[in-house]
């Protein structure tokens, strides 16, 4: 069976320090992977998704940068964190339905 | 492109049935979902149905869809304090460049189970 990995769980940042989330995928090869950010008590909102090794496409502007360096890792990024960074980020992948990771909350003081 | 809305809120006594509602734009979506996120976790699949589909029946849980009204529904019978978590509804959005399309979500509805 397949299953997602998120590392870490919860991250405490200063502002202006570097990111990086990991998502790893486990059962499937080729997915389609995707980041998402939910900001507290807010809805979803796509960040990046990628279709194969060093594929990213973007859908919003941001501070933020995403990488796939293997098939099944995907890792988010960030040089200099802003406050509006916090939030709640989601790694899923999809084949005909999406399946979610546990989540990172990361919290930018 | 696609939208997908829901109510925000819904409080339900224990033990009722709850029915949380949504409403999306884009008629071309293949499957429709609905997740359930509990509080500090990833969002999990409960169901989803195929769009030539009226009514899906799995346990507790029903969805049922209109596409006249583009109007979706989860009904969840003899609600438990467990259920208490905000569920999303999602649809398809139209393919775009490349053969890729993507889920669009509704901002969540907070489900409230009271004694």
């Known amino acids: 069976s397949q299953t997602i990995h998120q590392w870490p769980a919860t991250l405490v940042q200063p502002v202006g320090s570097p990111l990086s989330l990991e998502c790893t995928v486990e059962?499937?090869?080729?997915?389609?992977l995707y980041w998402y950010r939910q900001a507290a008590g807010r809805g979803l909102q796509l960040l990046f998704y990628?279709?194969?090794?060093?594929?990213i496409s973007s859908e919003v502007p941001q501070n933020l940068s995403a990488s796939r360096p293997q098939d099944r890792q995907f890792i988010l990024s960030s040089k200099k964190l802003l406050l509006s960074d916090s939030g709640f980020y989601l790694c899923?992948?999809?084949?005909?339905?999406?399946?979610f990771g546990p989540g990172t909350r990361l919290t930018v003081l | 492109g696609e939208d997908v809305e829901q109510s925000l809120f819904l409080s339900v006594r224990e033990g009722d049935s709850s029915v949380i509602n949504c409403t999306y734009t884009d008629s071309s979506s293949t499957y429709l979902y609905w997740y359930k996120q509990e509080p500090g976790a990833g969002l999990q699949l409960l169901t989803y149905i195929f769009s030539n589909m009226d009514m899906k029946q799995d346990q507790r849980l029903t969805v049922l869809l209109n596409k006249k009204d583009k109007h979706l529904s989860l009904r969840i019978a003899d609600t438990q304090t467990g259920d208490s978590a905000i569920y999303f509804c999602a649809g398809i959005s139209p393919t775009i460049s490349g053969g890729y399309n993507k889920l669009i979500f509704g901002a969540g509805t907070r489900l409230a189970v009271h004694p």
């Open positions: 899923a992948w999809r084949s005909d339905t999406q399946y």
């Open positions: 059962g499937t090869s080729n997915p389609n």
């Open positions: 990628s279709v194969g090794i060093g594929q």
